[in-house]
C-alpha cells in the first residue's frame, strides 16, 4: 500500500496520475466491501453450521463399556494372525433379551449357532478401532445348546486379542457369561477347518467338535484397554416391548400420542418395530422414514428360511428394530410422536406377517443416572386410526377421538440395529426445511446484529468514519471462525471422546473468543486513540550505515597468514549457512518431523507384486545388463530408477524389505527442501514453507517414500523439471539452463513412462511463455540452442517407445486389460474429480481389506483457488505453474485411460504450491483489510513499518498457526493408520496395507515337498517370490500379462502357467496329488470366483493356514 501510495504521489499533479489514482482508490474501496462481506459471510456461515449441528443433528456419544468380570483371552497354542474363539452352553428356555459385549484386536466376526451377528471390519477400514461394540441375539438363541463363536483378525504384528461379554435375561433378571479360561481358542487354522467339514464356517455350529482346541490364555496386558463404546447400552439391555400394538381394520396404520419430556432427563432414544414401512413425525415435522422389513430371500452363513417347496416358509429371522437418538427433536414438557406405518411387503408378506397388516412395537427411553424409563409405557395414551385426517401429526381434538389400539402378541424375534444420524436403504433422514431455515436465519442474524451494535456503540468513537468502525467490527469473529475450523478438522478423528466438538461447552468458546476479541478490539481502538503520532527520525545515511556493515567484510580485508585462506573460507561458509538457516528456519521442524516417521521400521510391509517387479527388473540389470523378470520379459519401464535401485542393491545388498526401499526414501527426503528451494526462489518463504510441509506430511509422500517403486523418483523429477524449465525460459539467450531443463524433462520420462503426461504442458507453457512482439511468435522456435536439445529429447524418448514395442512378445488375446493406454475421451473425469474432491475406496488395491483415499477436498480448493489467482494476477510465475498443472492434468486425465491416484502422485508438488499460493494470498487480502484498523499510529525505528502491537501480533500468529495445521492435519485424518510411527507414539491401531505372503512363506518352508505343485489365486509374482514356488495360477481377464515362451502360455513378471477356465484346473488336479492352493482371501479370489467362473474352495482342499491377507489350502492323501 505505501508503494502504491508513493508512485501516485509523485504523479498526482498530472491529469494522467489523477486519473490513475482515481482508479486505485475505486479499487482499494471494492477490495475493502468485498472483504467485508466476505468476513461477514464466513461469520454468518459458521454460526449457522454450529447451529444446525448443535440444535438438529443428534451428536454421537462415547460410553464406558461395563464388562462384568469378563477378561482379554488369546489362544494358548500358536501365535497366528488369525484366532477363532469358541463357547458352548444350554439353555433351557430361550432368554427374554440377550445381548453380547464386544470388542478385540484388531477385527472381529461374530457368530451365534451358526448366523452371523455383526463385524467391526467397516469400523476397521474407516480407522475407528479399537472400539466396543454391542448387538442384539433374541433372534438366533434356541433352548438347548447354543454356540458362541468369534474369529479375530490382528495385521499387525501382535495378537488376536477377545474380550466378550454375553448378558441373558429371564424374568428382569440378567445374567452374565464373560470370557475367561472356560472359553476355547485356536490360532491353529486346521483345527478351525477340520477334514471333512460341510462348510467352510462349519466351526461356528453349535454342532462343531473343539475337544482339540485348548482353553483361552487370560491376557495380564492386552494390546488395547480403553475401547469405549459409540452406542447407549440401553439400546441393547433394556428388553423390547413383550407385545406390539395395531389399528384393526385397514391395510395402514395411524398412530399419535403425547410425550411429556420431564425436565431432567438425558438423551431419548427411539426404538421402533414395523411391520412395514414406518415414517416418524415428531411435534408436526417429519424426521425418519424406517423400513424394517427382511429380504427375501435372505443370504446367510447358514438358512434361516429353511421351508420344503410346498409348505409356507416360517417367519423366525425376526424384523428389524430401528433406533433413533431424538433428543434434538423434542422439548421439556408436551410432545406429539405420530406414526404412519404402511401396509406390509411382499417381502414381510412371504414370511407370515400379512395378517397383522399395520402392526408396530414403539418406546421412547431415557436414562437419568442408573434408572430408564420408557416414556410410552402406558399403552392407553395411544390414538390410532386406518385413515388420515387433516393435520393429524399434531395431535388435535379430532385425533383425541380415535380408539384406542389393539394390542397383539409379539409375532417373533427382532433384531436391533442403531441408526446415528445416516441414511442407508432401510433408513431415509429428512430434517424439516423450515427448522434448517430458522437455524441459518437466527444465527445470521444474531451475527449481523452483534456486528452492528460493535461498530455502532462501541467502536465508532474510536474510528474516524461509521465505514471503518464497520471494517473494524467485522474483524472479531476471524478467531473464533479459525478455532471452529480446527474444531470442524479434528471431528474427523473417530477416537476422540464424543460428543465433539458440537457440544454447549465449545459452543460457549467460541461466544467466549468472540466477546474477547470484541473487547481487545476495542482496547486496541481506544489504545490507538490515545497515543500522539511521534515524528521518528530518518535513517542513518549511506555513509553511516556502511561503517555498520557485518564483521565479515571487513575481516576478509585485513591482511591474513598466507595458509589461512582455507580457513576463513569456511568460515565464510559457516556464517552464510547460519544466515540461511536464520532465514529459513521454519523447514528444520519438518526434517525433524518426517525424518524418523519415514525411517521408522522401514521394513513393516511385505513387499507387495509391483514392488516385487521393481525389485526383480534391478535384480536382472545387476545379473545380467537390462531389466527383465523371472519369466524373461523385458521390462521397459522406470529404466532410470531401475539402473539406480540396481546401483544401489550391489552395493548394499539385496536381502529384505529395507535396502530396496531406501532409494525412495533418500528421494523423498532430498525432494523436501529441494522444493522448499525452488519455490522460495519463486515466491516466498511462506509458500515454500507451507507448499514442502503439505508435501512432507502428505499421507501419499509418506506412503510412496516407503515403497521399491518409480513414483517416489516421478515426482522427484518433476520438482526439478519445472524449476529447470522455469529458469530457462528466463535465460532463454543462454544454452546452459535450456540443455539442463530439457535433459532433466528426459530424465523424468525415464524415471517413469507415466511422466508423459507432462510433455504436453512443458511444450506448452514454454511457446506460450516466450512470445516476443510484434506478432507473439514464440522465441523458441527461432532459436536453434533450443531446437537442437529439443530434438534430441525427442530421439532419445521415441527409441524408447521403439524398445518398448520391438521387445513386447506379439498379442494372442484381447480381454479388458488390453484396452488402449492412449485414448482421448471423458471416461475418467468421474474417477478423479472423486480423487481430489472425495473420500473414495481404493481401486484394485493390494491390500487384504478396504482401503480408502485420503481426503484432499481442502488441499484441492486451495489449488482450485491458486490457479483462479494467478490467471487474475499478473506475475508470470503463479501463471506458468498453474497452466502447467492444468495442461498436465487435462492429459492425465483425458488422454490416458489408466486409473489410479499414483498416476496423479508426480503432480503433488505443483498442486501443493498453488494450494499454498492461494492460502497466502487469502491471508494477505484480510492482513491488508484490517491492518489500517489495527496498526498503531507510529511507526518503528526504522521508519518503514506500522507498529503492531504484541497481543495483535499473538493473535495473528496464533489464527495463522491454527490454519495451517487445520490444512495439514485434514488429510492425515483419521490417525490411527496415518503413519506407524505416529500410531506406536500415540498408542493408536495400526495394520499391513498389503498382504501377509512373507507368513505365507513361514508356514510352506515347513511343510512344502519336493514335487509339489502350487496354484495361486493371488499376485503370481508374490508367491514366487516369497514361497519359492509358483507353478500355475488363476488368471481371469488378465490377457495384458500373458505372453508366449517356448511355445506355452506364461505370466509375464513369474513365468507361471496361467490356468483359464475349470478344465485346466480339472487337469492340473488329476495329474499331480500333492497340490497347494495359496489365496489373497480378498480381491483375485472374487475375481476368479465372480459369476461362477471358478468354485472356491474346490472339493477335496482343506484351509491349512489363514493369514490376515491370505491363506493356504490343501489336498494330498496326508494332508
Given at each position: 500500500m505505501?508503494?502504491?501510495?508513493?508512485?501516485?504521489?509523485?504523479?498526482d499533479?498530472?491529469?494522467?496520475?489523477?486519473?490513475?489514482m482515481?482508479a486505485?482508490q475505486?479499487?482499494r474501496?471494492?477490495l475493502?466491501n468485498?472483504?467485508?462481506?466476505?468476513?461477514?459471510?464466513?461469520?454468518?456461515t459458521?454460526?449457522s453450521w454450529?447451529?444446525?449441528?448443535?440444535?438438529?443433528?443428534p451428536?454421537?456419544?462415547?460410553?464406558v463399556?461395563?464388562?462384568?468380570g469378563?477378561?482379554w483371552i488369546?489362544?494358548?497354542?500358536?501365535s497366528?494372525p488369525?484366532?477363532y474363539?469358541?463357547?458352548?452352553?444350554?439353555?433351557?428356555?430361550?432368554?427374554?433379551n440377550?445381548?453380547?459385549?464386544?470388542?478385540?484386536n484388531?477385527?472381529f466376526?461374530l457368530?451365534?449357532?451358526?448366523?452371523?451377528?455383526?463385524?467391526?471390519?467397516?469400523?476397521?477400514?474407516?480407522?475407528?478401532?479399537?472400539r466396543?461394540y454391542?448387538?442384539?441375539?433374541?433372534?438366533?438363541?434356541?433352548?438347548?445348546?447354543n454356540?458362541?463363536s468369534?474369529?479375530?483378525?490382528?495385521?499387525?504384528?501382535?495378537?488376536?486379542q477377545?474380550?466378550a461379554s454375553?448378558?441373558?435375561?429371564?424374568?428382569?433378571?440378567?445374567?452374565?457369561?464373560?470370557?475367561?479360561a472356560s472359553?476355547?481358542a485356536?490360532?491353529?487354522t486346521?483345527?478351525?477347518?477340520?477334514?471333512?467339514?460341510?462348510?467352510?464356517y462349519?466351526?461356528?455350529?453349535n454342532t462343531?467338535?473343539?475337544t482339540?482346541?485348548?482353553?483361552?490364555?487370560?491376557?495380564?496386558r492386552?494390546?488395547?484397554t480403553?475401547?469405549?463404546?459409540t452406542v447407549d447400552?440401553i439400546?441393547?439391555?433394556h428388553?423390547?416391548p413383550?407385545?406390539?400394538?395395531?389399528?384393526?381394520?385397514g391395510q395402514e396404520g395411524?398412530?399419535?400420542?403425547?410425550?411429556?419430556?420431564?425436565?431432567?432427563?438425558g438423551?431419548i432414544?427411539?426404538r421402533?418395530?414395523?411391520?412395514?414401512q414406518?415414517?416418524?413425525?415428531i411435534n408436526?415435522?417429519q424426521?425418519m422414514?424406517w423400513d424394517?422389513?427382511p429380504?427375501?430371500?435372505q443370504?446367510?452363513l447358514?438358512?434361516?428360511?429353511?421351508?420344503a417347496d410346498d409348505e409356507?416358509?416360517v417367519?423366525?429371522?425376526g424384523?428389524?428394530?430401528?433406533?433413533?437418538d431424538?433428543?434434538?427433536?423434542?422439548?421439556k414438557g408436551?410432545n406429539?410422536?405420530?406414526?404412519?406405518?404402511l401396509?406390509?411387503?411382499?417381502?414381510t408378506a412371504k414370511v407370515?406377517?400379512?395378517?397383522?397388516k399395520?402392526a408396530?412395537?414403539?418406546?421412547?427411553?431415557t436414562?437419568t443416572g442408573?434408572?430408564?424409563?420408557n416414556?410410552t409405557?402406558q399403552?392407553?395414551?395411544w390414538?390410532?386410526?386406518?385413515?388420515?385426517?387433516?393435520n393429524?401429526?399434531?395431535?388435535g381434538?379430532?385425533v383425541?377421538?380415535?380408539s384406542?389400539p389393539?394390542?397383539?402378541?409379539?409375532?417373533?424375534?427382532s433384531m436391533s440395529?442403531?441408526?446415528p444420524?445416516?441414511?442407508?436403504?432401510?433408513?431415509v433422514?429428512?430434517?424439516?426445511?423450515?427448522?434448517v431455515?430458522?437455524a441459518?436465519?437466527?444465527?445470521?442474524?444474531?451475527?449481523?446484529?452483534?456486528?452492528l451494535?460493535l461498530?455502532?456503540?462501541?467502536l465508532?468513537p474510536?474510528?474516524?468514519?461509521?465505514k471503518?468502525a464497520?471494517?473494524a467490527?467485522?474483524l472479531v469473529?476471524l478467531p473464533?471462525?479459525a478455532l471452529?475450523?480446527l474444531?470442524?478438522?479434528l471431528?474427523r478423528?473417530p477416537l476422540?471422546?464424543?460428543?465433539?466438538p458440537y457440544?454447549?461447552?465449545?459452543?460457549?468458546i467460541?461466544?467466549a473468543?468472540?466477546?474477547a476479541?470484541?473487547?481487545?478490539?476495542?482496547l486496541?481502538a481506544?489504545?490507538?486513540?490515545q497515543r500522539?503520532?511521534?515524528?521518528?527520525t530518518?535513517?542513518t545515511?549511506?555513509g553511516?550505515d556502511?561503517?555498520?556493515?557485518?564483521?565479515?567484510?571487513?575481516?576478509?580485508?585485513?591482511?591474513?597468514?598466507?595458509?589461512?585462506?582455507q580457513?576463513q573460507?569456511?568460515l565464510v561458509?559457516r556464517q552464510?549457512?547460519f544466515?540461511?538457516l536464520r532465514?529459513?528456519w521454519g523447514?528444520i521442524?519438518?526434517?525433524?518431523l518426517?525424518?524418523?516417521?519415514?525411517i521408522y521400521?522401514i521394513g513393516?510391509?511385505?513387499?507387495w507384486?509391483d514392488e516385487?517387479?521393481?525389485?526383480n527388473a534391478?535384480?536382472?540389470?545387476?545379473?545380467?545388463?537390462?531389466?527383465?523378470?523371472p519369466?524373461?520379459?523385458?521390462y521397459?519401464?522406470?529404466?532410470?530408477?531401475?539402473?539406480?535401485?540396481?546401483a544401489?542393491?550391489?552395493i548394499?545388498g539385496t536381502?529384505?524389505?529395507?535396502?530396496?526401499?531406501i532409494?525412495?526414501?533418500?528421494e523423498y527426503?532430498v525432494s523436501?527442501?529441494?522444493?522448499?528451494i525452488?519455490?522460495q526462489r519463486l515466491?516466498?518463504r511462506k509458500?515454500a514453507w507451507?507448499?514442502?510441509?503439505?508435501?512432507a506430511?502428505?499421507p501419499?509422500?509418506?506412503?510412496w517414500s516407503?515403497?521399491?517403486?518409480m513414483?517416489?523418483q516421478?515426482?522427484f523429477?518433476v520438482i526439478v523439471?519445472?524449476?529447470m524449465?522455469?529458469?530457462a525460459i528466463e535465460?532463454r539467450?543462454?544454452k546452459?539452463?535450456?540443455y539442463?531443463a530439457i535433459?532433466?524433462l528426459v530424465?523424468?520420462?525415464?524415471?517413469?513412462?507415466?511422466?508423459f503426461i507432462?510433455?504436453?504442458?512443458?511444450?506448452?507453457?514454454?511457446?506460450?511463455a516466450?512470445?516476443?512482439?510484434?506478432y507473439?511468435?514464440p522465441?523458441?522456435?527461432r532459436?536453434k540452442?533450443?531446437?537442437?536439445?529439443?530434438l534430441t529429447?525427442?530421439?532419445?524418448i521415441?527409441?524408447q517407445?521403439?524398445?518398448?514395442?520391438?521387445?513386447?512378445?506379439?498379442?494372442f488375446?484381447?480381454?479388458q486389460?488390453?484396452?488402449?493406454?492412449?485414448?482421448?475421451?471423458?471416461?475418467n473425469?468421474?474417477?478423479?474429480?472423486?480423487?481430489?474432491?472425495?473420500?473414495?475406496?481404493i481401486?484394485d488395491?493390494?491390500?487384504?481389506?478396504?482401503l480408502?483415499?485420503?481426503?484432499?477436498?481442502?488441499?484441492?480448493?486451495?489449488?482450485v483457488l491458486?490457479i483462479?489467482l494467478a490467471?487474475i494476477?499478473?506475475?508470470r510465475?503463479p501463471?506458468?505453474?498453474?497452466?502447467f498443472?492444468?495442461?498436465a492434468s487435462?492429459?492425465?486425465?483425458?488422454?490416458?485411460?489408466m486409473?489410479?491416484?499414483?498416476?496423479?502422485?508426480p503432480?503433488?508438488?505443483i498442486y501443493?504450491?498453488?494450494g499454498?499460493?492461494?492460502?497466502w494470498?487469502?491471508?494477505?487480502?484480510?492482513?491488508?483489510?484490517a491492518?489500517?484498523?489495527?496498526?498503531?499510529?507510529t511507526?518503528?525505528?526504522?521508519?518503514r513499518?506500522?507498529d503492531?502491537s504484541l497481543p495483535?501480533?499473538i493473535?495473528?500468529g496464533?489464527?495463522?498457526?491454527?490454519?495451517?495445521?487445520s490444512?495439514?492435519?485434514?488429510?492425515?485424518?483419521p490417525l490411527?493408520?496415518?503413519?506407524?510411527?505416529?500410531?506406536r507414539?500415540?498408542?493408536?491401531?495400526?495394520?499391513?496395507h498389503f498382504?501377509d505372503?512373507?507368513n505365507v512363506?513361514?508356514y510352506?518352508k515347513?511343510?512344502l515337498?519336493?514335487?509339489?505343485?502350487?496354484?495361486?489365486i493371488a499376485?503370481?509374482?508374490?508367491?514366487?517370490?516369497?514361497?519359492g514356488?509358483a507353478d500355475?495360477?488363476?488368471?481371469?481377464?488378465?490377457?495384458?500379462?500373458?505372453?508366449?515362451?517356448?511355445?506355452k502360455?506364461v505370466e509375464?513378471t513369474?513365468?507361471?502357467s496361467?490356468?483359464l477356465?475349470?478344465?485346466d484346473?480339472?487337469?492340473v488336479l488329476?495329474?499331480?496329488?500333492?497340490?497347494?492352493?495359496?489365496t489373497?482371501?480378498?480381491?483375485?479370489?472374487g475375481?476368479?470366483?465372480?459369476l461362477g467362473?471358478?468354485?472356491?474352495p474346490?472339493?477335496?482342499f482343506?484351509?491349512?493356514?489363514?493369514?490376515?491377507?491370505?491363506a493356504?489350502?490343501?489336498?494330498g492323501s496326508?494332508?
Amino acid at each position: 500500500m505505501s508503494v502504491i501510495s508513493s508512485k501516485i504521489s509523485r504523479r498526482d499533479k498530472s491529469p494522467q496520475g489523477k486519473l490513475e489514482m482515481l482508479a486505485v482508490q475505486r479499487t482499494r474501496h471494492r477490495l475493502a466491501n468485498f472483504t467485508l462481506w466476505l468476513c461477514l459471510l464466513l461469520a454468518c456461515t459458521g454460526a449457522s453450521w454450529f447451529a444446525f449441528q448443535y440444535t438438529l443433528i443428534p451428536q454421537q456419544q462415547t460410553y464406558v463399556p461395563q464388562w462384568h468380570g469378563a477378561h482379554w483371552i488369546e489362544p494358548a497354542d500358536a501365535s497366528a494372525p488369525v484366532a477363532y474363539y469358541h463357547y458352548m452352553t444350554n439353555f433351557n428356555t430361550v432368554p427374554d433379551n440377550a445381548f453380547v459385549l464386544i470388542t478385540a484386536n484388531q477385527v472381529f466376526r461374530l457368530f451365534a449357532n451358526g448366523i452371523f451377528i455383526g463385524a467391526n471390519t467397516q469400523d476397521f477400514d474407516h480407522g475407528e478401532a479399537p472400539r466396543s461394540y454391542m448387538f442384539d441375539l433374541d433372534s438366533v438363541l434356541q433352548a438347548g445348546v447354543n454356540a458362541f463363536s468369534i474369529r479375530v483378525v490382528d495385521a499387525d504384528q501382535k495378537h488376536p486379542q477377545l474380550r466378550a461379554s454375553i448378558g441373558l435375561s429371564w424374568g428382569g433378571q440378567t445374567h452374565y457369561i464373560g470370557s475367561d479360561a472356560s472359553w476355547q481358542a485356536t490360532g491353529r487354522t486346521m483345527l478351525a477347518h477340520a477334514r471333512g467339514a460341510p462348510k467352510p464356517y462349519s466351526w461356528t455350529l453349535n454342532t462343531f467338535d473343539t475337544t482339540s482346541w485348548q482353553p483361552a490364555h487370560l491376557v495380564s496386558r492386552p494390546q488395547y484397554t480403553d475401547a469405549l463404546l459409540t452406542v447407549d447400552p440401553i439400546v441393547y439391555t433394556h428388553p423390547l416391548p413383550s407385545h406390539w400394538l395395531s389399528a384393526e381394520g385397514g391395510q395402514e396404520g395411524y398412530f399419535v400420542r403425547q410425550l411429556d419430556v420431564p425436565e431432567q432427563t438425558g438423551g431419548i432414544l427411539l426404538r421402533l418395530i414395523a411391520t412395514g414401512q414406518a415414517n416418524v413425525f415428531i411435534n408436526g415435522h417429519q424426521y425418519m422414514q424406517w423400513d424394517g422389513q427382511p429380504p427375501v430371500p435372505q443370504q446367510t452363513l447358514t438358512t434361516i428360511l429353511d421351508a420344503a417347496d410346498d409348505e409356507p416358509v416360517v417367519y423366525r429371522t425376526g424384523l428389524i428394530t430401528g433406533v433413533y437418538d431424538i433428543t434434538p427433536y423434542l422439548h421439556k414438557g408436551h410432545n406429539t410422536l405420530a406414526i404412519h406405518v404402511l401396509a406390509p411387503g411382499n417381502s414381510t408378506a412371504k414370511v407370515g406377517l400379512d395378517p397383522l397388516k399395520n402392526a408396530i412395537a414403539v418406546d421412547v427411553l431415557t436414562q437419568t443416572g442408573s434408572t430408564v424409563s420408557n416414556l410410552t409405557a402406558q399403552d392407553t395414551k395411544w390414538r390410532v386410526s386406518t385413515q388420515a385426517v387433516p393435520n393429524w401429526i399434531s395431535g388435535g381434538s379430532t385425533v383425541a377421538q380415535w380408539s384406542n389400539p389393539s394390542p397383539i402378541g409379539r409375532p417373533g424375534a427382532s433384531m436391533s440395529y442403531y441408526l446415528p444420524d445416516n441414511s442407508t436403504p432401510r433408513n431415509v433422514i429428512s430434517l424439516p426445511p423450515i427448522l434448517v431455515a430458522k437455524a441459518i436465519i437466527y444465527s445470521s442474524l444474531a451475527i449481523l446484529a452483534f456486528w452492528l451494535l460493535l461498530a455502532l456503540l462501541v467502536l465508532q468513537p474510536y474510528y474516524p468514519s461509521r465505514k471503518a468502525a464497520f471494517e473494524a467490527a467485522s474483524l472479531v469473529f476471524l478467531p473464533a471462525l479459525a478455532l471452529e475450523a480446527l474444531l470442524i478438522v479434528l471431528a474427523r478423528e473417530p477416537l476422540l471422546p464424543q460428543p465433539f466438538p458440537y457440544t454447549t461447552v465449545w459452543g460457549c468458546i467460541l461466544l467466549a473468543l468472540v466477546g474477547a476479541s470484541a473487547l481487545g478490539l476495542w482496547l486496541n481502538a481506544r489504545y490507538r486513540q490515545q497515543r500522539t503520532p511521534i515524528t521518528e527520525t530518518q535513517p542513518t545515511n549511506v555513509g553511516d550505515d556502511h561503517m555498520q556493515q557485518p564483521v565479515v567484510t571487513s575481516t576478509l580485508a585485513v591482511a591474513r597468514p598466507p595458509h589461512s585462506w582455507q580457513r576463513q573460507q569456511l568460515l565464510v561458509w559457516r556464517q552464510q549457512l547460519f544466515a540461511w538457516l536464520r532465514q529459513n528456519w521454519g523447514l528444520i521442524p519438518i526434517m525433524a518431523l518426517i525424518i524418523p516417521m519415514s525411517i521408522y521400521s522401514i521394513g513393516y510391509e511385505p513387499f507387495w507384486q509391483d514392488e516385487l517387479s521393481s525389485y526383480n527388473a534391478a535384480r536382472n540389470i545387476m545379473l545380467h545388463g537390462f531389466p527383465a523378470f523371472p519369466s524373461g520379459f523385458i521390462y521397459p519401464k522406470g529404466e532410470l530408477y531401475s539402473y539406480l535401485l540396481a546401483a544401489f542393491m550391489f552395493i548394499f545388498g539385496t536381502t529384505g524389505q529395507v535396502v530396496p526401499r531406501i532409494v525412495s526414501l533418500i528421494e523423498y527426503l532430498v525432494s523436501i527442501p529441494l522444493l522448499y528451494i525452488f519455490t522460495q526462489r519463486l515466491f516466498n518463504r511462506k509458500i515454500a514453507w507451507l507448499a514442502a510441509a503439505m508435501l512432507a506430511f502428505s499421507p501419499y509422500a509418506l506412503n510412496w517414500s516407503r515403497q521399491t517403486r518409480m513414483y517416489e523418483q516421478a515426482q522427484f523429477m518433476v520438482i526439478v523439471v519445472v524449476y529447470m524449465l522455469y529458469r530457462a525460459i528466463e535465460q532463454r539467450e543462454k544454452k546452459r539452463p535450456v540443455y539442463l531443463a530439457i535433459a532433466c524433462l528426459v530424465l523424468a520420462y525415464l524415471s517413469h513412462e507415466e511422466n508423459f503426461i507432462i510433455l504436453p504442458a512443458a511444450l506448452i507453457c514454454t511457446l506460450l511463455a516466450t512470445r516476443e512482439a510484434p506478432y507473439g511468435m514464440p522465441y523458441i522456435l527461432r532459436k536453434k540452442h533450443w531446437w537442437i536439445p529439443a530434438l534430441t529429447a525427442c530421439a532419445l524418448i521415441i527409441i524408447q517407445l521403439l524398445a518398448v514395442f520391438w521387445t513386447h512378445p506379439p498379442t494372442f488375446a484381447t480381454d479388458q486389460s488390453r484396452r488402449p493406454q492412449i485414448q482421448p475421451g471423458f471416461d475418467n473425469v468421474p474417477y478423479y474429480f472423486s480423487l481430489l474432491f472425495k473420500q473414495i475406496a481404493i481401486k484394485d488395491n493390494a491390500a487384504p481389506w478396504l482401503l480408502t483415499q485420503p481426503w484432499l477436498i481442502i488441499n484441492s480448493l486451495l489449488a482450485v483457488l491458486g490457479i483462479v489467482l494467478a490467471f487474475i494476477h499478473k506475475d508470470r510465475r503463479p501463471r506458468f505453474y498453474a497452466l502447467f498443472l492444468v495442461i498436465a492434468s487435462v492429459t492425465l486425465i483425458m488422454v490416458f485411460t489408466m486409473q489410479a491416484d499414483r498416476y496423479y502422485y508426480p503432480l503433488l508438488p505443483i498442486y501443493y504450491i498453488l494450494g499454498a499460493y492461494a492460502f497466502w494470498n487469502v491471508l494477505s487480502l484480510l492482513w491488508r483489510f484490517a491492518r489500517p484498523h489495527l496498526v498503531l499510529n507510529t511507526f518503528s525505528g526504522n521508519g518503514r513499518r506500522p507498529d503492531v502491537s504484541l497481543p495483535i501480533r499473538i493473535t495473528l500468529g496464533t489464527i495463522i498457526a491454527i490454519l495451517a495445521f487445520s490444512v495439514l492435519v485434514f488429510p492425515a485424518l483419521p490417525l490411527s493408520n496415518y503413519n506407524l510411527l505416529v500410531s506406536r507414539t500415540l498408542g493408536l491401531s495400526y495394520r499391513h496395507h498389503f498382504a501377509d505372503y512373507d507368513n505365507v512363506s513361514n508356514y510352506m518352508k515347513g511343510h512344502l515337498k519336493k514335487g509339489d505343485t502350487v496354484v495361486t489365486i493371488a499376485p503370481a509374482v508374490s508367491v514366487l517370490y516369497y514361497v519359492g514356488q509358483a507353478d500355475y495360477y488363476f488368471s481371469i481377464d488378465r490377457a495384458l500379462f500373458l505372453i508366449e515362451q517356448n511355445g506355452k502360455i506364461v505370466e509375464t513378471t513369474s513365468g507361471s502357467s496361467p490356468l483359464l477356465n475349470p478344465k485346466d484346473f480339472q487337469n492340473v488336479l488329476a495329474t499331480h496329488n500333492r497340490v497347494w492352493l495359496i489365496t489373497d482371501n480378498g480381491g483375485y479370489q472374487g475375481g476368479v470366483t465372480k459369476l461362477g467362473r471358478f468354485t472356491f474352495p474346490p472339493a477335496d482342499f482343506r484351509m491349512v493356514y489363514e493369514g490376515y491377507g491370505s491363506a493356504v489350502y490343501f489336498r494330498g492323501s496326508d494332508g
